[in-house]
């Protein structure tokens, strides 16, 4: 097991309140966290981070050139950037504003203002994405877990298997949604099944339905991953068979916890 520390991590504020940034600064360095740097926009950050890749972004929402779903996108979608976590610090309150932030993999979600409890929180995870710290489980060598992650959104795919990959997970299908999840079922056998809930095609509930009732894997476990906030929808899923539920963004900490419960019951 290799764990950081969270003096250790060295993070990038891009916030473009003076005030702000002095505000989180301070939150920073009372949580031990002293290795900083701020920016005021995209392209400044965007330098910065060219110059010297930090282990964590944490960015206001709105820039004048552009927002953080910007930022966001550009650091998936480049290669070298994959290993640098993203942490939105926003007033933002709307589900509907920050779904598109939950679906492309940020590691926290923090309001404004933020308790020094969301603070370590978001810290927390973001170490546990950047450390080693495999399961040991007892009826089952973790390496040799047959995993299907599936989600339509391929950025949350990504930290699907950062984070399972983290705790020693090698073996891992990718599916675009459930409609693609039914035809690798039908051919391949799994130990556990990773979800999505919102997806075209075939949802998360559908899915859940055919594993139960119509695959030849209706014991497997299902862990399903969703922003949905709808407690019908979230009743459904729990009595179609899933086994677990787990929020966007997920905490590795709780995941972990959870894959116990499911591979080590």
């Known amino acids: ?19 702000q940034r002095k505000i989180i600064c301070s939150r920073l360095s009372d949580e031990g966290i002293n290795n900083i740097q ?38 998936k979608e480049n290669d070298e950037y994959q290993d640098i976590q993203f942490m939105l610090v926003s007033s933002e309150c709307r589900r509907e504003h920050l779904e598109a932030y939950r679906q492309s993999g940020v590691v926290s979600i923090l309001p404004k203002p933020f308790s020094s409890e969301h603070l370590g929180r978001a810290l927390n995870a973001t170490i546990d994405l950047l450390s080693n710290d495999e399961l040991d489980l007892n009826h089952f060598d973790v390496h040799n877990l047959r995993v299907l992650v599936v989600d339509d959104s391929k950025m949350a795919r990504n930290i699907i298997k950062r984070t399972i990959g983290n705790l020693g997970l090698r073996l891992i299908t990718e599916a675009c949604d459930g409609e693609e999840a039914i035809e690798l079922m ?3 056998m799994f130990d556990l099944v990773i979800t999505d809930y919102n997806m075209p095609s075939v949802d998360g509930l559908e899915l859940t339905q055919f594993i139960r009732h119509h695959s030849q894997q209706s014991h497997i476990p299902i862990l399903m991953v969703s922003s949905e906030a709808n407690d019908t929808h979230l009743s459904n899923v729990s009595h179609a068979g899933v086994n677990a539920l787990c929020d966007k963004p997920f905490e590795p900490q709780l995941v972990k916890q959870l894959l116990y419960q499911l591979l080590d019951a």
């Open 38 to 75: 701020t920016a005021k926009t995209l392209d400044d950050a965007l330098t910065i981070i060219d110059r010297h890749q930090p282990d964590l972004v944490a960015s206001a929402m709105h820039f004048e050139d552009g927002t953080a779903l910007d930022l966001l996108k550009q650091l």
């Open 186 to 188: 039908k051919l391949n």
């Open 1 to 19: 097991m290799s764990m950081l520390l969270p003096s250790e991590l060295s993070i990038l504020l891009v916030e473009p309140s003076d005030t």
